[in-house]
């Protein structure tokens, strides 16, 4: 029976309200010497799974990694601010999340950085039971000991937990194999009508 149920945060409760993709619009101001793929994994481990007591340091730590100017750091730092800034909610979700709130606790397992959550504290996180992020344990999705900390901190079993999330390696894919249920987001009435199958009662 499921007790706990997990979501990821972006683009499946939430979204940047942005015309462009800003860990890209990174990347093309710094052209650095790799592909995008490599960029966006350095990116991650550089700001996503840590905290750093002057917000533009962790920019000036991903333009050493990257090999490009630390004077650009401050460029960067404007262009993933000015997307977090516009971060939004999906209608959906503050309902889903009170009718679900009745019948099981919530979690919140995202890949973020501390400055993208800033703009849910007050309406989201005080539905969410256990909200679960990189740059908190230092550990990012789809590394499997990101699981088994949730569980450890949760004391929910594999068989008790559903995890929900947009991205199929992070959110399906990973929790599948360590025996939680779970579900690739598409949309909210794709969602709704996988709750129906698993018995999730809304």
Request: hydrophobic letters at 35%; aromatic letters at 12%; a positive charge.
């Amino acid at each position: 029976m499921i007790k706990l149920i997990v979501f990821d945060l972006w683009r499946t409760l939430a979204y940047r309200d942005v015309p462009y993709h800003s860990t890209r619009k990174m990347y093309e101001e710094l052209k650095p010497k790799m592909s995008f793929k490599k960029f966006k994994k350095t990116f991650e481990k550089t700001l996503q799974t840590c905290i750093y007591n002057d917000s533009i340091k962790g920019y000036e730590v991903l333009c050493e990694a990257v090999g490009s100017p630390k004077q650009k750091a401050e460029k960067i730092m404007k262009i993933r601010v000015d997307a977090e800034s516009k971060a939004k909610l999906y209608d959906f979700t503050i309902p889903l999340l009170k009718k679900l709130k009745k019948n099981y606790k919530i979690g919140l397992l995202s890949n973020s950085t501390p400055n993208s959550i800033k703009p849910f504290e007050k309406k989201l996180l005080k539905l969410v039971d256990y909200p679960f992020f990189s740059f908190i344990v230092d550990l990012k999705k789809p590394n499997p000991k990101v699981y088994h900390e949730l569980l450890n901190i949760t004391g929910f079993k594999p068989e008790e937990t559903l995890m929900i999330g947009d991205n199929k390696e992070n959110d399906f894919d990973t929790p599948k194999k360590l025996g939680l249920t779970a579900i690739h987001f598409k949309n909210i009435e794709q969602l709704k009508k996988s709750f129906e199958e698993l018995g999730i009662v809304i």
